[in-house]
């Protein structure tokens, strides 16, 4: 089973930027695809970014499309989600998760593990 650690998260202010990180530890898999999910109060949880291993599959949610940047280093075992023009309704608790099947998703059903989250706060 791996690991997902989430860092990187805190206060910011509106247009400010901020980059999380998630370490894989444990079982890590090759070929697998990476995923960043958020829940903001009172809200389900949705879909942010995806990467594959390769990073040649990238999917956005429209909300962060421009503004967000998904990216891996393999040999670290790390993805990143850089996030600049930051708006109050990007405050959420940013998930990191694994899914161990090739091919790319946005269904949170679809990825098997996750990481405990990372509180991210934008002030207007």
């Known amino acids: 089973q791996v690991q997902l650690v989430e860092s990187g998260g805190g206060l910011v202010q509106a247009g400010g930027s901020l980059r999380l990180s998630c370490a894989a530890s444990?079982?890590?898999?090759?070929?697998?695809?990476m995923g960043w999910f958020r829940q903001g109060p009172g809200k389900e949880r949705e879909f942010v970014a995806s990467i594959s291993w390769g990073g040649a599959y990238i999917l956005y949610s429209d909300s962060v499309k421009g503004r967000f940047t998904i990216s891996r280093d393999n040999t670290k075992n790390t993805v990143y989600l850089q996030m600049n023009s930051l708006k109050p309704e990007d405050t959420a608790v940013y998930y990191c998760a694994e899914r161990r099947v090739v091919g790319p998703s946005r269904e949170a059903a679809a990825f098997g593990s996750w990481g405990q989250g990372t509180q991210v706060t934008v002030s207007s």
């Open positions: 444990g079982r890590t898999f090759s070929y697998d695809v």
